[in-house]
C-alpha cells in the first residue's frame, strides 16, 4: 500500500514560524494554501489534442483562516519562461466567491483551455503555476508530432 506523502503548506522554501522566531524575525500566520495543476494525459498530438488542451487548476485552503487565493494576480510559467498575457486569460471566466474568499478545508478548482494559446508545437513542457499565497509543483507533459 502506497503511503500518502504530507502537504506542505505555505510556499515551498519559505520559513516556518519556528524557524522565523529563532532567527529573530516577526511571525505572521503562515499561508496555508495548496496549489497544483494537471493534465487528463501525460502525451498529447499536435493538432486535434492540443487544440482541446485543458489545465486543470486546483488550491486547497489547509488553514483555519479565510484565505483569498489571488488567482487573477497569478503567474503561469512554461519552460520557466512568464507568460505576460496570463493576466489577461485568468481575469476572464466565470467566478464564484471562493475566487475571493477560500475558506479552511474548501477547494477552489476550475480549468482553462491553454492548448491553442500555449502548446501548439511539439515538445516537453513543464508548467508552474503561483501567486503570492502559493506556488504549484511543475508539471510535465509533450506534445508529439502528427505525423509521427
Known amino acids: 500500500m502506497v503511503e500518502p506523502i504530507?502537504?506542505?503548506?505555505?510556499?515551498p522554501g519559505s520559513a516556518t514560524e519556528g524557524q522565523q522566531k529563532s532567527q529573530g524575525k516577526k511571525t505572521e500566520p503562515a499561508t496555508k494554501l495548496w496549489a497544483a495543476i494537471s493534465v487528463p494525459k501525460p502525451i498529447f498530438d499536435e493538432?486535434?489534442?492540443t487544440e482541446h488542451l485543458?489545465?486543470?487548476f486546483g488550491v486547497y485552503n489547509d488553514g483555519d483562516l479565510v484565505v483569498a487565493p489571488k488567482?487573477?494576480?497569478?503567474h503561469l510559467f512554461i519552460n520557466g519562461v512568464e507568460q505576460q498575457d496570463w493576466s489577461y486569460v485568468i481575469g476572464n471566466g466565470i467566478r464564484n466567491e471562493l475566487f475571493s474568499s477560500l475558506p479552511p478545508g474548501e477547494t477552489l478548482e476550475f480549468t482553462y483551455l491553454l492548448g491553442p494559446r500555449y502548446f501548439q508545437k511539439p515538445g516537453i513542457y513543464r508548467v508552474r503555476w503561483e501567486s503570492d499565497n502559493f506556488k504549484s509543483?511543475?508539471?510535465t507533459f509533450r506534445v508529439v508530432p502528427r505525423n509521427r
Open 6 to 11: 504530507e502537504p506542505r503548506v505555505g510556499l
Open 47 to 49: 493538432g486535434f489534442d
Open 54 to 56: 485543458q489545465i486543470y
Open 71 to 74: 488567482v487573477e494576480s497569478s
Open 137 to 139: 509543483p511543475d508539471l
